[in-house]
């Protein structure tokens, strides 16, 4: 059982930076996929990022050169390097994971295992 656990949110001015950690654990031999959600109030859960076993990266085209997922696989965290926010990017933001690969990366449903997620605020 893979279990999640994000931190690094906060409260930030626009145009800041912000860098969120997931530390992962209860693995097995298998491979996986990773990602990174957000959810603002009222509005669905959504793909921010995801990195899969190959090391393939998807991202939001609202986040497109502004966020970077990296996965360390040596210390089992994953990141998310988040610049240039906006008040927009404001949410709580959950990583995910999946056994082996998706054809949906960005795609909520199609993940297992869930973090608790991390607030992320952004002040215009």
């Known amino acids: 059982q893979v279990q999640l656990m994000e931190s690094g949110g906060g409260s930030v001015q626009a145009g800041g930076s912000l860098r969120l950690s997931c530390a992962a654990s209860?693995?097995?031999?298998?491979?996986?996929?990773w990602g990174w959600f957000r959810q603002a109030p009222g509005k669905e859960r959504e793909g921010v990022a995801s990195?899969?076993?190959?090391?393939?990266?998807n991202y939001a085209d609202s986040v497109k050169g502004r966020f970077t997922i990296v996965k360390d696989n040596a210390k089992n965290t994953l990141s998310l390097q988040m610049n240039a926010l906006k008040p927009d990017d404001t949410a709580m933001y959950f990583c995910?994971?999946?056994?082996?690969?998706?054809?949906?990366?960005?795609?909520?449903?199609?993940?297992?295992?869930w973090g608790t997620g991390t607030q992320v605020t952004v002040s215009s």
């Open positions: 209860g693995y097995t031999h298998d491979t996986y996929s």
């Open positions: 995910a994971a999946l056994r082996g690969w998706t054809l949906r990366p960005l795609s909520f449903l199609d993940y297992t295992y």
């Open positions: 990195i899969d076993a190959d090391d393939y990266r």
